[in-house]
Structure formats: C-alpha cells, structure tokens
C-alpha cells in the first residue's frame, strides 16, 4: 500500500478539531491539528500536507488567508473550507 494521506486539520473549537482528526486518523490518514490560523499557515510553511480541512472563522488568520498561504507554498494541494451556522451553535 502506499503512504498515508497527510492532513492538516484547523479549528478553534477544540471539539470539532478533535473530532474531524479522530475520523480521518481512525480512516487511516496522518493528521496533524492546528488550534487557529497563525499555527495553521506555520504548519503549511514548514510541512507537506496533501489536504487542508479549515475553518472559516478563526482567530489569527481566516481560513481564506490560510487557503491564500496554501496556494503562495503549494497550489496543487486540496482543501476543504468549513463553516457553521451561528444560529445553531446554542443547541450544540
């Protein structure tokens, strides 16, 4: 079999972090996690990853200004940009 897909994972709720990089680590990938945008884009300047999964809304840096970092280093990389409803957050 081949290498293991390495993605960053970037998100300020700490929940969801954990959550998206328990599935995609238990489905077999390398994951690394970045707790907001500032150590997200320190993660894309100094590794290779072969997927981005971000969220929108972030303190330090946006995921837009990731995404922006991430094409500047590695444009043929994926990403995934993810944002939740404000209205809902109370019921979660």
Known sequence: MG???RILVSDDD????????FVLA???????TAKDGAEAIAFLT???FDLLVVD???PHA?????????????PQT???LMS?????TSEL
């Not at 238990?26 to 690394?32: K, L, P, Y």
């Open 3 to 5: 290498d293991m897909t």
């Open 14 to 21: 700490d929940d969801i972090r954990e959550f998206v990089s």
């Open 26 to 32: 238990r489905a077999g990938h390398d994951v690394s």
């Open 46 to 48: 100094a590794e290779h």
């Open 56 to 58: 929108q809304h972030m």
């Open 62 to 74: 946006t995921g837009a200004e990731v995404l922006h970092a991430l094409r500047q280093r590695t």
């Open 78 to 80: 994926k990403a995934l």
């Open 84 to 88: 939740r409803s404000e209205e809902h």
